[in-house]
């Protein structure tokens, strides 16, 4: 019953040749996440869609694009990896129902690990 | 801009002792604040909210508007809930968006 699901686990590539991540969801939430998490660190918040709306958070470099195509499904693209962007990716989903107070619990995949060579 | 900090890097404590794990905020207005966890080789998730004021797992926090801290309590810990945790604040403006804190591994050894 998995919920949310992230594809591939693992993903190598190389120094500036352009890779995809995959999210899907089957909770038909509105809001899907993407995180960066590097080693020992706090996973940092690159973008999020909220229904079709893009949100980028000011410090995501523009190598870092994303796509949701309709609601179950979420693309993070790397159009030049470097060396830095080397990391583990989470996606998360949640439902925002727009109350002030609300929920807001946030749903995560496993991530996938970006290696690049 | 919201701060979220999480002084201890590191906490081992023994089975059965209490554990409290440090989270302090800047906020101004109404926080709600949140606690996550990932156990070892499992997904991130939610392990409890302030506005619930709810026991999970033994675990309680309570938020301190005073001293803005929302430190995460639990009395006996146990070898299982060794794991990362992750305080994390809503951004304001009742926006969808959390900031993550660096997080705090707890080691419960035997």
């Known amino acids: 019953d998995a919920m949310v699901i992230q594809n591939p686990r693992y993903q190598v590539t190389q120094f500036g040749k352009p890779v995809t991540l995959s999210c899907s969801q089957t909770?038909?939430?509105?809001?899907m996440y993407w995180y960066q998490q590097k080693s020992s660190q706090a996973p940092k918040l690159l973008f999020h869609?909220?229904?079709?709306?893009?949100?980028n958070e000011a410090d995501t470099p523009d190598n870092f694009q994303s796509r949701r195509p309709n609601t179950s499904f979420c693309f993070l693209d790397i159009r030049s990896p470097g060396l830095g962007d080397a990391a583990m990716y989470l996606c998360?989903?949640?439902?925002?129902?727009?109350?002030?107070?609300?929920?807001?619990?946030?749903?995560f995949g496993p991530g996938t690990r970006l290696t690049v060579l | 801009a919201q701060r979220v900090t999480q002084p201890e890097k590191l906490l081992s404590v023994f089975k059965g002792a209490p554990v409290e794990l440090k989270c302090n905020y800047s906020?101004?207005?109404?926080?709600?604040l949140f606690w996550y966890v990932q156990y070892s080789r499992q997904r991130l998730q939610l392990l409890l909210r302030?506005?619930s004021r709810e026991s999970i797992k033994g675990f309680t926090a309570d938020l301190n508007k005073g001293e803005t801290s929302f430190h995460l309590k639990k009395p006996f810990a146990q070898e299982e809930d060794s794991a990362m945790y992750y305080c994390?604040?809503?951004?304001?403006?009742?926006?969808?968006?959390?900031?993550f804190g660096k997080g705090t591994k707890l080691t419960v050894n035997p």
């Open positions: 994390a604040p809503r951004t304001q403006g009742g926006s969808e968006k959390l900031v």
């Open positions: 909770l038909n939430h509105n809001v």
């Open positions: 998360a989903t949640s439902r925002v129902t727009g109350s002030p107070v609300g929920d807001n619990e946030q749903f």
């Open positions: 869609y909220y229904d079709k709306d893009f949100n």
């Open positions: 906020y101004s207005g109404s926080p709600e």
């Open positions: 302030h506005i």
